[in-house]
């Protein structure tokens, strides 16, 4: 059953490398994540499936906020008129510079194009494709053989019910005996979102105006979704507040809190979310949840206190990381909607 | 019960079958989509009830009951949605293909 | 026999990304590499009939999962999409700037690009 999976998955790896059209490439990473997620579930990891089912939804939808950007500039640039739309891309405010710019991109597709001759092809293709024979090669010579050793499996196994509480051991390894890199996936979600915003060719933070969503002329959907986000949002809760006896956790509740958001601003056509207040609320959730883990866990507290504690410890800490997450990915998609796009 | 269920099971899979049959019998892009909806509509649900059905009254029915009615309102509206956005960006609704995609290069 | 194609699947994606023309099928192919280090360290100590490590008294302790390599993954999955959502914007900066996403003609611009600069100056 793995095996025919993993088939098709080095299959759908294939068709990426021949595919030329953008928007079938982003229909392949979906059904790419959802064999993943299908794979991860088979190898015994229920919490890692969900995640990377609910990560492969929000990368298709970046991408194709992306292309349809770049389409319609595209678009634009065929039809001969530079920008259809009112403003003008800060870098280049010059109509001059703007068609010297093509004409020098005209020149450069020609001189490229006379490159990709068959005379090319051989280091264009051919020595990449030996180079990665030889390193795939090099890598199954010197892949380190034999049985794993089950010491430390079987230590996490057998204590963390009673180290840390609950029924779920990847939620209590997360938590508490390497808390330290849930905090620096935390923080690198933080940076990820102030670097979007500083490599942004806009400057603007406060988000405002923008493109409807195509959806709320669509009446049935409309209706559904407006069902269906509530669920969304309960079964994101639901998540984080199991995340400590079933799989589930802070990540992928989290995620389900801004896919909340994301069915309402198909629903409502909201863009006046207040990005700046959001911005903030990350930032203190973070500050509160490195605090509460260095008192908590750091500091050795956590062996002193009775279990019924550590259970309230890991569900107030799948809480803020929850929400951390949310805020996050609400950022990012609120970002790409409504400046990106523009 | 459990029979019951794995005749269930394995008749929803064959109206998957004849979905996956019909996308390659075709080549209308509407056509395509409405039997393609078989497949996440009639078939998923009829897997799902044999699911219900194999494991008789208990918990994990109920739950599996839930997304029964959270699938019966989703994918119907998937299809629909993307069959409307098909014919509003300019898919010809008779027979000839036309490709509305744009390459990269 | 799962890692071999997950090492394969890193190398197919190895290779599309470093032969692929255009920049959008490169951030593509670094989304690939990343599930193929995930399915890497997933199927550590993998056999049949593996069970999922959620449960107090787990008997029979050698047909449960490791759940170290599955929290670390949880981890590594978020951090995926942030880098990625930098990598779209990067990309999307660079394409409103150069009109482009071919590597090629990406190159020759900003090489043109740079000239001109230094010209102004």
Known sequence: MIYLLLVLWLFLAFCIIGEKRNIRIVIYLCVFSFISSISFLILGSPDAAMAEAAIGTFTGIFFIICFEKHRELRFNEKNASVFSRDEDPPDIDDERAVQALLKLRKKARARTRGKHNAKSILQRYLAPGLFSILLFILFIVFLPGGEANPYLRNQFLTQFSEHVGGENAVTAIYLAYRVYDTLFEALVLVIAVVAVIHMSYSSDILVKGGKPSHVGQYVVVVSVLRVICAIVLLFGFYLIMNGHITAGGGFQGGLFIAAFFICRYLVYDIYDLPITKVIRMEELVFLSTVIFAVLIVFLGTINHLPPVFHIVYMIVMNFLIGLKVACGFLILFYRYIAIERR | ?105 | MINIIAILMFFISFFGLITSHSMIKSIVFTVLMESAVILFFLSLGFQSGIIPPIGVNLENLEHVADPLPQALMITAIIIGVAVTTIKITILMSFFRKFKTTDWDEARILSHHHEEDENNND
């Not at chain 2, 699911?51 to 994990?60: I, M, N, P, T």
């Not at chain 2, 997304?67 to 949605?81: A, C, K, R, S």
């Open chain 2, 1 to 105: 019960m459990e029979i019951l269920g794995n005749i269930i099971i394995i008749l929803g899979i064959i109206f998957m079958l004849f979905g996956v049959i019909g996308i390659f019998r075709y080549q209308n892009f509407f056509v395509r989509i409405l039997i393609a909806s078989k497949i996440d509509t009639v078939g998923a649900l009829t897997v799902v009830i044999g699911l219900a059905v194999k494991h008789g009254f208990s918990f994990f029915s109920l739950r599996v009951v839930l997304l029964l009615v959270l699938m019966f309102i989703i994918n119907p509206m998937v299809t629909h949605i993307i069959a409307r956005s098909a014919y509003e960006s300019g898919q010809n609704i008779d027979g000839s293909v036309d490709d509305i995609e744009e390459g990269n290069e």
